[in-house]
């Protein structure tokens, strides 16, 4: 059983910056891709940026130029750099990691979700 577990949201003016961080615990062996999701009022949940274990990166267009997503493979732990945050991007982040645990099984598992929102 895995947890993952975010923080780092919160309100913020346009124009502004947030980071968040999201933890992951429980039965891991490894990590392998990482990522940010959001989901605004009323829209589908969408991908935001993602990481490989071997530190590759995609992100949407949306954000591209914005947003750096990274991770420490030490702790287990991915996070999302935003700055220049528009109110386009306010909605619930949701981190997602997939891991193989010490039974050789894999798991897709979703943090409960942080709300950022993005107002003057």
């Known amino acids: 059983q895995v947890k993952l577990v975010e923080s780092g949201g919160g309100l913020v003016q346009p124009g502004g910056s947030l980071r968040l961080s999201c933890a992951a615990s429980?039965?891991?062996?490894?990590?392998?891709?990482m990522g940010w999701y959001r989901q605004a009022p009323g829209k589908e949940r969408e991908l935001v940026a993602a990481?490989?274990?071997?530190?590759?990166?995609n992100y949407a267009d949306s954000v591209k130029g914005r947003f750096t997503i990274s991770r420490d493979n030490a702790k287990n732990t991915v996070f999302l750099q935003m700055n220049n945050l528009k109110p386009e991007d306010t909605g619930v982040y949701y981190c997602?990691?997939?891991?193989?645990?010490?039974?050789?099984?894999?798991?897709?598992?979703w943090g409960q979700g942080t709300q950022v929102t993005v107002s003057s």
């Open positions: 997602n990691a997939g891991t193989t645990n010490w039974g050789g099984r894999s798991f897709a598992s």
């Open positions: 990481i490989s274990s071997g530190g590759i990166t």
């Open positions: 429980g039965s891991i062996r490894s990590i392998n891709t």
